[in-house]
Protein backbone atom coordinates (compact mmCIF):
# COMPACT_ATOMS: atom_id res chain seq x y z
CA UNK A 1 0.00 0.00 0.00
CA UNK A 2 1.67 3.35 -0.84
CA UNK A 3 1.35 6.47 1.73
CA UNK A 4 -1.35 8.46 1.07
CA UNK A 5 -1.21 11.83 2.62
CA UNK A 6 -3.36 12.12 5.73
CA UNK A 7 -4.38 15.55 4.96
CA UNK A 8 -6.62 14.13 1.88
CA UNK A 9 -8.51 12.34 4.45
CA UNK A 10 -8.91 15.28 6.73
CA UNK A 11 -10.84 17.25 4.51
CA UNK A 12 -14.57 17.28 5.08
CA UNK A 13 -16.66 15.33 2.15
CA UNK A 14 -17.66 18.40 -0.16
CA UNK A 15 -21.43 19.55 0.63
CA UNK A 16 -22.68 17.22 -2.21
CA UNK A 17 -21.42 14.32 -0.89
CA UNK A 18 -22.83 15.12 2.74
CA UNK A 19 -26.34 16.17 1.17
CA UNK A 20 -26.63 12.88 -0.34
CA UNK A 21 -25.44 11.13 2.97
CA UNK A 22 -28.56 12.93 4.20
CA UNK A 23 -31.11 12.41 2.07
CA UNK A 24 -30.36 8.78 1.99
CA UNK A 25 -31.81 8.26 5.19
CA UNK A 26 -35.22 9.67 3.98
CA UNK A 27 -37.59 8.39 1.18
CA UNK A 28 -39.23 11.55 -0.91
CA UNK A 29 -42.77 10.88 -1.65
CA UNK A 30 -43.23 8.76 -5.03
CA UNK A 31 -46.03 10.31 -6.26
CA UNK A 32 -44.65 13.58 -7.44
CA UNK A 33 -41.15 14.28 -9.06
CA UNK A 34 -37.99 15.30 -7.05
CA UNK A 35 -36.84 19.10 -8.05
CA UNK A 36 -33.28 19.25 -7.31
CA UNK A 37 -32.23 22.75 -6.17
CA UNK A 38 -29.04 21.85 -4.33
CA UNK A 39 -26.55 22.46 -7.39
CA UNK A 40 -25.82 25.75 -8.53
CA UNK A 41 -25.03 25.00 -11.97
CA UNK A 42 -26.44 27.26 -14.24
CA UNK A 43 -29.13 25.75 -16.60
CA UNK A 44 -29.64 28.86 -19.18
CA UNK A 45 -28.30 28.03 -22.79
CA UNK A 46 -25.21 29.58 -23.48
CA UNK A 47 -25.53 31.89 -26.71
CA UNK A 48 -26.03 29.15 -29.47
CA UNK A 49 -23.23 30.54 -31.63
CA UNK A 50 -20.79 29.21 -29.44
CA UNK A 51 -21.55 26.00 -30.93
CA UNK A 52 -20.86 27.28 -34.47
CA UNK A 53 -17.33 28.67 -33.05
CA UNK A 54 -16.05 25.40 -31.94
CA UNK A 55 -17.16 23.84 -35.47
CA UNK A 56 -15.21 26.05 -37.48
CA UNK A 57 -12.32 26.72 -35.40
CA UNK A 58 -12.37 22.36 -35.21
CA UNK A 59 -9.05 22.77 -37.45
CA UNK A 60 -7.16 23.84 -33.64
CA UNK A 61 -7.84 20.51 -31.96
CA UNK A 62 -5.01 19.08 -32.83
CA UNK A 63 -2.95 22.17 -31.36
CA UNK A 64 -1.40 21.93 -28.12
CA UNK A 65 -2.86 24.87 -26.42
CA UNK A 66 -0.69 27.70 -24.48
CA UNK A 67 -0.68 27.76 -20.67
CA UNK A 68 -0.94 30.91 -21.41
CA UNK A 69 -4.15 30.77 -23.51
CA UNK A 70 -4.03 33.44 -26.97
CA UNK A 71 -3.10 37.18 -26.90
CA UNK A 72 -6.47 37.52 -28.68
CA UNK A 73 -8.16 35.90 -25.88
CA UNK A 74 -6.82 37.88 -23.33
CA UNK A 75 -7.09 40.87 -25.07
CA UNK A 76 -10.96 40.61 -24.91
CA UNK A 77 -10.67 39.29 -21.16
CA UNK A 78 -8.97 42.99 -20.56
CA UNK A 79 -11.06 44.86 -22.60
CA UNK A 80 -14.40 43.38 -20.52
CA UNK A 81 -12.67 44.10 -17.04
CA UNK A 82 -12.09 47.93 -18.54
CA UNK A 83 -15.75 47.91 -19.90
CA UNK A 84 -17.28 46.05 -16.99
CA UNK A 85 -15.02 48.55 -14.11
CA UNK A 86 -14.81 51.67 -16.08
CA UNK A 87 -10.96 51.05 -15.48
CA UNK A 88 -8.74 53.80 -17.05
CA UNK A 89 -7.24 52.58 -20.56
CA UNK A 90 -3.75 50.77 -20.40
CA UNK A 91 -4.03 50.03 -16.63
CA UNK A 92 -3.88 46.27 -17.61
CA UNK A 93 -1.63 44.88 -20.02
CA UNK A 94 -3.28 42.13 -21.49
CA UNK A 95 -0.16 40.19 -21.60
CA UNK A 96 1.05 40.79 -18.31
CA UNK A 97 -2.16 41.55 -16.08
CA UNK A 98 -4.60 38.33 -17.36
CA UNK A 99 -3.89 34.98 -17.28
CA UNK A 100 -6.51 32.29 -18.98
CA UNK A 101 -7.30 29.72 -16.58
CA UNK A 102 -9.57 26.54 -17.49
CA UNK A 103 -12.63 27.70 -14.65
CA UNK A 104 -11.97 29.56 -11.88
CA UNK A 105 -11.62 26.04 -9.80
CA UNK A 106 -8.35 25.20 -10.92
CA UNK A 107 -6.79 28.66 -10.49
CA UNK A 108 -8.06 29.24 -7.13
CA UNK A 109 -6.83 25.55 -6.06
CA UNK A 110 -3.25 26.18 -7.25
CA UNK A 111 -2.64 29.69 -6.29
CA UNK A 112 -1.10 28.61 -2.78
CA UNK A 113 1.39 26.35 -4.51
CA UNK A 114 2.69 29.83 -5.10
CA UNK A 115 3.36 30.87 -1.50
CA UNK A 116 5.36 29.20 1.33
CA UNK A 117 3.77 28.15 4.47
CA UNK A 118 6.36 29.26 7.13
CA UNK A 119 5.74 26.38 9.89
CA UNK A 120 8.02 28.73 12.65
CA UNK A 121 6.89 30.94 15.19
CA UNK A 122 5.42 33.84 13.96
CA UNK A 123 5.80 32.30 10.13
CA UNK A 124 2.51 32.78 7.73
CA UNK A 125 0.62 29.32 7.37
CA UNK A 126 -2.65 30.66 7.75
CA UNK A 127 -5.21 31.34 4.80
CA UNK A 128 -8.42 33.20 5.28
CA UNK A 129 -11.59 32.60 3.72
CA UNK A 130 -14.75 33.27 4.11
CA UNK A 131 -17.37 30.91 6.06
CA UNK A 132 -19.84 29.16 4.57
CA UNK A 133 -17.49 29.41 1.48
CA UNK A 134 -16.96 27.06 -2.04
CA UNK A 135 -15.26 24.55 -0.62
CA UNK A 136 -12.24 24.51 -3.03
CA UNK A 137 -10.76 27.19 -1.33
CA UNK A 138 -10.34 25.40 2.23
CA UNK A 139 -8.77 22.03 0.48
CA UNK A 140 -6.63 24.39 -1.53
CA UNK A 141 -5.36 25.61 1.72
CA UNK A 142 -5.10 22.19 3.16
CA UNK A 143 -3.34 20.70 0.27
CA UNK A 144 -0.87 22.80 -0.04
CA UNK A 145 0.19 22.84 3.80
CA UNK A 146 -1.38 26.20 5.10
CA UNK A 147 -3.88 26.21 7.93
CA UNK A 148 -7.55 26.95 6.85
CA UNK A 149 -9.23 30.19 8.93
CA UNK A 150 -12.75 30.55 8.47
CA UNK A 151 -13.73 33.65 9.16
CA UNK A 152 -17.91 33.86 9.51
CA UNK A 153 -19.81 35.50 7.28
CA UNK A 154 -23.38 36.31 8.67
CA UNK A 155 -26.15 38.21 8.89
CA UNK A 156 -24.91 40.38 11.53
CA UNK A 157 -21.56 41.01 8.98
CA UNK A 158 -23.60 41.80 6.13
CA UNK A 159 -22.82 38.54 5.07
CA UNK A 160 -19.26 39.49 4.09
CA UNK A 161 -15.92 38.34 6.85
CA UNK A 162 -16.01 41.07 9.51
CA UNK A 163 -12.74 43.40 8.50
CA UNK A 164 -12.81 44.40 12.28
CA UNK A 165 -11.82 40.55 12.58
CA UNK A 166 -8.28 41.02 10.94
CA UNK A 167 -6.17 41.63 13.52
CA UNK A 168 -2.32 42.38 13.44
CA UNK A 169 -1.41 38.90 14.90
CA UNK A 170 -3.76 37.53 12.68
CA UNK A 171 -2.73 39.42 9.50
CA UNK A 172 0.99 38.79 10.61
CA UNK A 173 0.78 34.86 10.19
CA UNK A 174 -1.82 35.09 7.00
CA UNK A 175 -0.22 33.96 3.88
CA UNK A 176 -3.49 34.61 1.58
CA UNK A 177 -6.69 36.00 2.06
CA UNK A 178 -9.54 34.27 -0.31
CA UNK A 179 -12.87 36.70 -0.68
CA UNK A 180 -15.87 36.00 -2.94
CA UNK A 181 -17.98 39.05 -3.97
CA UNK A 182 -20.91 38.59 -4.85
CA UNK A 183 -20.67 35.33 -2.38
CA UNK A 184 -21.44 32.20 -2.86
CA UNK A 185 -24.21 31.47 -1.01
CA UNK A 186 -25.27 34.51 0.25
CA UNK A 187 -25.00 37.06 -2.74
CA UNK A 188 -23.69 39.65 -0.66
CA UNK A 189 -21.03 41.98 -2.80
CA UNK A 190 -18.45 43.82 -1.01
CA UNK A 191 -18.30 48.00 -1.50
CA UNK A 192 -15.96 50.11 -2.20
CA UNK A 193 -15.02 51.10 1.26
CA UNK A 194 -14.75 47.23 2.29
CA UNK A 195 -12.56 46.40 -0.44
CA UNK A 196 -10.54 49.69 -0.09
CA UNK A 197 -10.36 48.65 3.44
CA UNK A 198 -9.51 44.98 2.51
CA UNK A 199 -6.94 45.45 -0.24
CA UNK A 200 -4.78 48.49 2.13
CA UNK A 201 -4.88 45.66 4.90
CA UNK A 202 -3.30 42.75 2.20
CA UNK A 203 -0.59 45.60 1.30
CA UNK A 204 0.43 47.17 4.97
CA UNK A 205 0.41 42.91 5.77
CA UNK A 206 2.32 41.50 2.70
CA UNK A 207 -0.88 38.93 2.23
CA UNK A 208 -1.63 37.57 -1.31
CA UNK A 209 -5.64 39.07 -1.97
CA UNK A 210 -7.77 36.18 -4.47
CA UNK A 211 -10.89 38.19 -4.91
CA UNK A 212 -13.22 35.24 -6.15
CA UNK A 213 -15.75 37.47 -8.47
CA UNK A 214 -17.29 34.61 -10.36
CA UNK A 215 -20.64 36.04 -10.01
CA UNK A 216 -19.58 39.33 -11.05
CA UNK A 217 -21.78 39.54 -14.15
CA UNK A 218 -25.14 37.94 -12.29
CA UNK A 219 -26.66 40.62 -10.31
CA UNK A 220 -30.07 42.21 -9.38
CA UNK A 221 -30.16 45.72 -10.06
CA UNK A 222 -26.66 47.50 -9.51
CA UNK A 223 -23.32 45.87 -10.89
CA UNK A 224 -21.26 44.65 -8.00
CA UNK A 225 -17.71 46.74 -7.23
CA UNK A 226 -14.82 45.08 -8.51
CA UNK A 227 -11.80 44.78 -6.33
CA UNK A 228 -9.77 45.93 -9.63
CA UNK A 229 -12.09 48.85 -9.73
CA UNK A 230 -10.61 50.34 -6.64
CA UNK A 231 -7.03 49.35 -7.05
CA UNK A 232 -7.66 51.59 -9.84
CA UNK A 233 -7.57 54.08 -7.69
CA UNK A 234 -4.12 54.89 -7.03
CA UNK A 235 -2.99 52.24 -10.01
CA UNK A 236 -1.66 49.71 -8.30
CA UNK A 237 -2.11 46.27 -8.52
CA UNK A 238 0.60 44.75 -6.19
CA UNK A 239 -0.29 41.82 -4.28
CA UNK A 240 -4.02 41.35 -5.87
CA UNK A 241 -5.77 39.01 -8.78
CA UNK A 242 -9.43 38.53 -9.43
CA UNK A 243 -11.23 35.72 -10.94
CA UNK A 244 -13.69 35.85 -13.24
CA UNK A 245 -15.49 32.92 -15.30
CA UNK A 246 -17.70 32.14 -17.99
CA UNK A 247 -19.73 29.60 -16.03
CA UNK A 248 -22.37 32.09 -15.07
CA UNK A 249 -22.02 35.21 -16.68
CA UNK A 250 -22.45 33.14 -19.83
CA UNK A 251 -24.30 29.77 -18.29
CA UNK A 252 -21.57 27.58 -19.99
CA UNK A 253 -19.91 25.66 -17.08
CA UNK A 254 -19.30 22.83 -19.31
CA UNK A 255 -16.97 25.25 -21.31
CA UNK A 256 -14.23 25.38 -18.41
CA UNK A 257 -13.19 28.84 -19.83
CA UNK A 258 -11.87 31.39 -17.04
CA UNK A 259 -8.97 33.80 -16.19
CA UNK A 260 -6.94 35.53 -13.50
CA UNK A 261 -6.19 39.41 -13.51
CA UNK A 262 -4.30 41.51 -11.68
CA UNK A 263 -0.41 41.56 -10.02
CA UNK A 264 1.88 41.12 -13.05
CA UNK A 265 4.24 39.68 -11.05
CA UNK A 266 2.67 37.26 -8.81
CA UNK A 267 0.98 36.11 -12.94
CA UNK A 268 4.24 35.46 -14.49
CA UNK A 269 5.34 33.05 -11.54
CA UNK A 270 1.60 31.78 -11.42
CA UNK A 271 2.38 31.05 -14.89
CA UNK A 272 5.60 29.22 -14.70
CA UNK A 273 4.09 27.17 -12.21
CA UNK A 274 1.24 26.32 -14.58
CA UNK A 275 3.21 25.57 -17.43
CA UNK A 276 4.30 22.40 -15.94
CA UNK A 277 0.91 20.96 -15.29
CA UNK A 278 -1.87 22.95 -14.95
CA UNK A 279 -5.58 22.59 -17.15
CA UNK A 280 -5.37 24.64 -20.30
CA UNK A 281 -8.53 25.64 -22.03
CA UNK A 282 -8.55 24.30 -25.67
CA UNK A 283 -7.77 26.40 -28.37
CA UNK A 284 -11.36 26.14 -30.56
CA UNK A 285 -12.35 26.93 -26.86
CA UNK A 286 -10.35 29.93 -26.38
CA UNK A 287 -12.30 31.36 -29.42
CA UNK A 288 -15.26 30.81 -28.17
CA UNK A 289 -14.41 32.47 -24.97
CA UNK A 290 -13.29 35.28 -26.30
CA UNK A 291 -16.66 35.94 -28.63
CA UNK A 292 -18.59 35.32 -25.39
CA UNK A 293 -16.50 37.96 -23.39
CA UNK A 294 -16.85 40.80 -26.07
CA UNK A 295 -20.88 39.67 -25.80
CA UNK A 296 -22.69 42.27 -23.58
CA UNK A 297 -26.22 40.89 -25.10
CA UNK A 298 -26.75 37.43 -23.78
CA UNK A 299 -25.61 38.52 -20.45
CA UNK A 300 -27.92 41.08 -20.08
CA UNK A 301 -30.87 38.50 -21.40
CA UNK A 302 -29.29 36.34 -18.35
CA UNK A 303 -29.42 38.75 -15.82
CA UNK A 304 -33.13 39.46 -16.79
CA UNK A 305 -34.30 35.96 -16.56
CA UNK A 306 -32.65 35.45 -12.93
CA UNK A 307 -34.20 39.09 -12.03
CA UNK A 308 -37.62 37.13 -12.83
CA UNK A 309 -36.88 34.15 -10.57
CA UNK A 310 -36.10 36.85 -7.90
CA UNK A 311 -39.19 38.94 -8.75
CA UNK A 312 -40.94 35.29 -8.02
CA UNK A 313 -39.24 34.14 -5.21
CA UNK A 314 -39.96 38.09 -3.02
CA UNK A 315 -43.60 36.88 -4.23
CA UNK A 316 -43.79 33.61 -2.58
CA UNK A 317 -41.20 34.52 0.37
CA UNK A 318 -41.57 38.20 1.23
CA UNK A 319 -41.93 38.30 5.37
CA UNK A 320 -40.60 34.59 5.36
CA UNK A 321 -37.28 32.93 6.51
CA UNK A 322 -35.77 36.10 6.25
CA UNK A 323 -35.81 36.49 2.85
CA UNK A 324 -33.84 39.31 0.89
CA UNK A 325 -33.60 39.99 -3.04
CA UNK A 326 -29.27 38.93 -3.14
CA UNK A 327 -27.14 41.81 -4.62
CA UNK A 328 -25.71 38.81 -6.94
CA UNK A 329 -25.49 35.39 -8.08
CA UNK A 330 -28.61 33.41 -8.24
CA UNK A 331 -28.70 31.88 -5.04
CA UNK A 332 -31.85 32.25 -2.09
CA UNK A 333 -29.95 31.73 1.67
CA UNK A 334 -33.02 31.40 3.67
CA UNK A 335 -33.53 31.39 7.55
CA UNK A 336 -35.28 28.40 8.50
CA UNK A 337 -34.19 27.88 11.75
CA UNK A 338 -32.70 24.63 11.57
CA UNK A 339 -31.05 23.77 7.82
CA UNK A 340 -30.41 20.00 7.63
CA UNK A 341 -33.86 19.57 9.51
CA UNK A 342 -35.32 21.26 6.92
CA UNK A 343 -33.45 19.72 3.89
CA UNK A 344 -34.32 16.39 5.23
CA UNK A 345 -38.25 17.34 5.53
CA UNK A 346 -37.82 19.31 2.51
CA UNK A 347 -36.87 16.06 0.78
CA UNK A 348 -39.05 13.48 2.56
CA UNK A 349 -42.48 15.50 1.89
CA UNK A 350 -42.18 17.16 -0.97
CA UNK A 351 -39.40 15.92 -3.01
CA UNK A 352 -37.46 19.03 -2.76
CA UNK A 353 -33.62 18.75 -3.05
CA UNK A 354 -31.58 22.06 -1.16
CA UNK A 355 -28.56 22.14 0.71
CA UNK A 356 -28.14 23.25 4.59
CA UNK A 357 -26.33 25.88 4.91
CA UNK A 358 -23.58 24.12 7.38
CA UNK A 359 -22.78 21.95 4.69
CA UNK A 360 -20.86 24.76 2.93
CA UNK A 361 -19.02 25.32 6.03
CA UNK A 362 -15.52 24.95 7.03
CA UNK A 363 -15.79 26.21 10.51
CA UNK A 364 -16.09 25.35 14.14
CA UNK A 365 -19.16 24.16 15.68
CA UNK A 366 -20.92 22.35 12.44
CA UNK A 367 -20.77 25.22 10.49
CA UNK A 368 -22.69 27.46 12.79
CA UNK A 369 -22.53 31.02 10.34
CA UNK A 370 -24.78 28.56 8.22
CA UNK A 371 -26.66 26.21 10.37
CA UNK A 372 -30.10 28.39 10.61
CA UNK A 373 -29.78 28.33 6.70
CA UNK A 374 -30.66 26.70 3.63
CA UNK A 375 -29.07 27.51 -0.28
CA UNK A 376 -31.65 27.31 -3.08
CA UNK A 377 -29.86 27.58 -6.43
CA UNK A 378 -32.31 29.75 -8.73
CA UNK A 379 -30.75 27.57 -11.97
CA UNK A 380 -33.93 26.18 -13.36
CA UNK A 381 -37.14 27.58 -15.53
CA UNK A 382 -38.94 30.10 -13.68
CA UNK A 383 -42.05 27.17 -13.35
CA UNK A 384 -39.56 25.04 -11.78
CA UNK A 385 -38.50 27.47 -9.28
CA UNK A 386 -42.03 28.28 -8.68
CA UNK A 387 -43.48 24.93 -7.81
CA UNK A 388 -39.99 24.54 -5.98
CA UNK A 389 -40.86 27.78 -3.71
CA UNK A 390 -44.70 26.42 -3.68
CA UNK A 391 -43.46 23.14 -2.28
CA UNK A 392 -40.75 25.10 0.50
CA UNK A 393 -43.36 27.54 1.67
CA UNK A 394 -46.24 24.42 1.97
CA UNK A 395 -43.60 22.28 4.01
CA UNK A 396 -41.87 24.94 6.14
CA UNK A 397 -44.41 27.39 6.73
CA UNK A 398 -47.94 25.11 6.15
CA UNK A 399 -50.08 26.08 3.86
CA UNK A 400 -49.97 28.00 0.58
CA UNK A 401 -53.65 29.45 0.29
CA UNK A 402 -55.32 28.57 -2.87
CA UNK A 403 -51.97 27.50 -4.15
CA UNK A 404 -52.71 23.73 -6.08
CA UNK A 405 -49.85 22.02 -4.95
CA UNK A 406 -47.39 19.92 -6.73
CA UNK A 407 -48.21 21.10 -10.00
CA UNK A 408 -45.78 21.70 -12.86
CA UNK A 409 -43.67 18.67 -10.82
CA UNK A 410 -46.48 16.11 -10.44
CA UNK A 411 -44.89 12.67 -12.26
CA UNK A 412 -45.76 12.45 -16.13
CA UNK A 413 -46.52 16.20 -16.25
C1 LIG B 1 -17.77 30.85 -5.51
C2 LIG B 1 -17.35 30.01 -6.66
N1 LIG B 1 -16.11 30.15 -7.14
C3 LIG B 1 -15.67 29.41 -8.18
C4 LIG B 1 -16.50 28.48 -8.78
C5 LIG B 1 -15.94 27.66 -9.91
O1 LIG B 1 -16.44 28.06 -11.12
P1 LIG B 1 -15.74 27.65 -12.50
O2 LIG B 1 -14.59 26.74 -12.18
O3 LIG B 1 -16.79 26.98 -13.29
O4 LIG B 1 -15.25 28.94 -13.09
C6 LIG B 1 -17.80 28.30 -8.32
C7 LIG B 1 -18.67 27.29 -8.95
O5 LIG B 1 -19.66 26.89 -8.48
C8 LIG B 1 -18.24 29.09 -7.24
O6 LIG B 1 -19.48 28.98 -6.75
Redesign the pocket.
Given at each position: MPFFRPTLDQLSAFPFARLRRLLAEVAPPSAIAPLDLSI?EPRHKPPPWVADILEAERGLWNRYPPPDGTPSLRRACAAWLERRYRLPQGMLDPDANVLP?A????G?FLLPQLLEARAADGGRRLVLMPDPL?A?YYAAAVLHGFVPHPLPATRASGFLPDLAALTPELLGRTALIFL?SPA?PQGAAADRGYLRRLIALCREWDVLLAV?E??ADIYDRTPPTGALEVAAEDGELSGLLV?H????RSSA?GL?S?FVAGDAEVLRRFLHLRSYAAAVQPLPIARAAEALWRDAEHVAENRRRYRRKLDLAERRLRGRFGFYRPEGGFFLWLDVGDGIAAARRLWQEAALKVLPGSFLCAGKNGGEAGRRYIRLALVHEEEVVEEALLRLVRVLDGGVGAEPPYGVGRKGL
Open positions: GLGTKELYVCNDCYFSLSKPRA
